[in-house]
Structures are given as C-alpha cells and as structure tokens.
C-alpha cells in the first residue's frame, strides 16, 4: 500500500511568509508526528497526534509553529512569518497506534527561508 | 533535548567489511529501534529491540541491548555500497514521544 507522502518536496521562501506543509499518513493509522532535521543533525520532535488531538505540543519551537489534524488523517503545519532558522527538513511519520511501533516515515520537505 | 547518542558520528569500510556502531542512552527505555537515512530524507526502520531482549537479528544487521550499560550496538556485516547512510537509534522517551540521536554516518567505499 502507499506509504506516507509529505508535500512539497521542497519550499523555497522569502523570510517573513507564511508556509503550509502537509502530510499524508499511512491509512489506518492513528498516531502521527512532525520532526524537524537541520543539517547533519538528528531528529527533533516537534508535535505528535493521536487521532485529531495533540496531547503534547510542547515541542513546537515557537509559536509561530501550528499543527492540525483533520479527519484522523492528514495533517498540517503552518509556520507564520518564517525566520531563516526555520530552514530544515521537516519530517512526518505514522504509526498504527503509538510510539512504541515502527514509525513510518514520510520523504520530508526540505524547506529554504531566503 | 536527545536521549540516544551514537558513536562514532562518521564511519568509513571498505565493501565487504562489517560496520559498527553503538548507542547510548540515559532513561530507562521499553524499546530501542534503530532507523536508517539515505540522503538526508526520509528514515526507513530497520530493528526494533524490546527492553527485556538482548540480541536480534535482521539480514545482515544484528542488535544488540545492553540496558545494564544504557547501551545498544548495530553490527551491519559484508557491507554493500548500499549501506551508505546515516544510522540513527531511537529510544522511547515517555509514552508518545521517541527521542533519536544525531546518528551516524557510515561510507562504504567500493
């Protein structure tokens, strides 16, 4: 079956604009999650679902930094007024119930704040 | 903050040698899972070993958890160019969040 899709695949933007990233998870599965990658760096969590609520988002790095589920499928991050440290990988993963499985993990979108 | 930290951070074999690479980490755990990247992209799951296991294999890789230690070791053995990635292990840090650490790189050269 189809993994997990992110889009775009990659997202150029002036510092100051809003930007949309979305995520497909795979069908079924109830938990999803945002990371972010800066370059040569390891994984930082930034928000997790469980269906359409967000038990925890704390990780978000400010609030500048949105996420919403809908329909227990796909999801959105939006970062308001980008900053160039903003620039990175961002990563979205699914898995069938919760953290302690496989987590699935979508190809990313590799954003750029010019 | 990470929980996992791998040593060494870049690693470079020869084809056909075996690669290893270990992690550490801080809190008790009831898994650790180890994920590969290729390119900067997406992770791909490779293992998954719980907290009362020892040692597991897959293919060529084999895991090892030493939770005495807070310590896991990835052997990938007869290395393939293939191979070339990060290598990122995972621990779970509460109950919804995993924690990795910055990973890896191993160069298989031809």
């Known amino acids: 079956g189809a993994g997990v899709s992110q889009s775009p695949s990659n997202k150029v933007t002036e510092k100051g604009k809003d930007v949309e990233l979305r995520c497909d998870p795979i069908s079924g599965h109830t938990a999803l999650y945002w990371y972010r990658q800066s370059l040569g760096q390891g994984l930082e969590f930034l928000i997790y679902f469980q269906g359409n609520s967000a038990p925890d988002k704390s990780g978000l790095p400010s609030d500048r930094f949105s996420a919403e589920r809908t329909g227990g499928s796909v999801s959105t991050l939006t970062i308001q007024r980008t900053q160039q440290e903003d620039s990175a990988v961002y990563l979205c993963?699914?898995?069938?119930?919760?953290?302690?499985?496989?987590?699935?993990f979508g190809p990313g979108t590799r954003l750029l704040v010019l | 903050s990470q929980q996992g930290e791998e040593d060494p951070q870049a690693l470079s074999i020869q084809e056909g040698e075996n690669a290893t690479m270990n992690c550490s980490y801080k809190t008790s755990i009831n898994n650790l899972q180890w994920y590969r990247q290729n390119s900067g992209r997406g992770l791909v799951h490779l293992i998954l070993i719980r907290s009362n296991e020892r040692e597991k294999h897959s293919g060529r890789l084999r895991v090892t958890l030493d939770t005495s230690k807070k310590s896991s070791s990835l052997l990938i053995t007869a290395s393939r160019a293939a191979d070339t990635a990060s290598y990122f292990c995972a621990t779970d840090e509460s109950d919804y969040k995993l924690s990795f650490g910055a990973g890896t790189t191993v160069t298989v050269r031809a």
């Open positions: 993963a699914s898995s069938p119930r919760r953290v302690q499985e496989t987590q699935y």
